[in-house]
């Protein structure tokens, strides 16, 4: 899709975000110390960077899943709708999950797929997020780990768009329009 010209400038650093990863992994298997296996739930598209290198870092028994929600489109803009494209495989009632999403805005899609999965009945459900946009929640939802918190920037990279493209960037950057500048 055409867009405005814009260039990427870097906001978080690939070696920032494997630091923080690192840490995060320790954390969660601390607190997973128990578990005889972890449903690990990527929200496609944007998570599969952060949950590849998550998995990879977490020190227990793990089963990989995914769900694909949406509610952007190409949009800038969150429709409120969040529609499910893709259920998880497996089952979760009476299994431990840690839901896994990227970046959570005005929080819509995260809310939406908390109570989803609540409805199932997990034995325990655990939501991280790499990064956080406080400043643009609109429903009361925040994750339980957090990788970075950020101002109200429009990011990519990492596994975030931009229209579908900028997903394999290796940092996460911020988008910087030039025409008009
Ligand atoms: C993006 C992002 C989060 C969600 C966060 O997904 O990956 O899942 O929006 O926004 P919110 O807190 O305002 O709901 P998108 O719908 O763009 O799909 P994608 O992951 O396939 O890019």
Known sequence: MPTRPYV????ISAKSIA????????EIAGS???TDKLVVVGLLRGSFVFIADLVRELDLPVEVD???ASSYGDAMESS???RILKDLRGEIHGRDVLVVEDIVDTGFTLHHVINLLKSREPKRLRTIALLDKPVRREVDVKADWTGFEIP???VVGYGID???RNRNLPFIGKVRFTEGD
């Open 8 to 11: 990427i400038d870097e906001m």
């Open 19 to 26: 630091a923080r990863i690192e840490d995060l992994a320790r």
């Open 32 to 34: 997973f110390a128990e």
């Open 66 to 68: 995914f769900l694909e």
């Open 80 to 82: 409120k709708e969040v």
């Open 152 to 154: 109200d920037e429009f």
């Open 162 to 164: 931009f229209a579908q």
